[in-house]
């Protein structure tokens, strides 16, 4: 599965008008809705999934098995927010209902929430400027295995222990050896 994220613009802005085209041809189309109640507020999730753009999307993405939009809404006497997401996966119609899919992507937001804030923010992955796929791969590791000794030494904030090894860098090496 992949989300296509603002790290993705024009893939991005090549499905909205796909999606939002009001005289689409949506006899393809499968849906999915769920209401959740709590927290002091209502959510609406509704998921759109279409094969229409397999082929498309073939050349640069690779076998396609469906495409899809999730849109969230969020309702409480305060605020409303919507939120729209895009993505693919190479799971068939007949692999992956539009319910099944709809768990899948949200399994995938919670590892994606857990894993953001430790690969993205505290290591700055989306920040790193290397784009040499070999070497943003090996990048990759090294952060895995960061994350993965911070794991094995039960560390609960990986920002505070990255600060402490670089004025302790004995420490570091000791985990490491």
Sequence with gaps: MV??????????????????DPEADRWTWQSYEQMEKGHGRTEKRTL???????????REWGEVGQVFRLQRERRS??????????????LSRDQCSPQRLFHLIRAHGAMENRL??????????DRCPIRVPAVAQMLAVLNSLVLALMDLHQVPNVARQLRRFSSHPEEAFAWVI
Excluded at 48 to 58: I, Q
Excluded at 77 to 90: F, I, R, Y
Excluded at 116 to 125: M, Q
């Design 3 to 20: 989300i296509i994220k603002d790290t993705t613009p024009v893939t991005r802005a090549d499905w909205e008008p796909f999606f939002e």
């Design 48 to 58: 759109l999934t279409t094969p229409d753009l397999n082929e498309y999307l073939d």
């Design 77 to 90: 006497p305060e605020k409303h927010s919507s939120e729209v997401v895009d993505g693919l996966t190479t």
């Design 116 to 125: 953001h804030g430790r690969r993205d923010v505290t290591l700055g992955e």
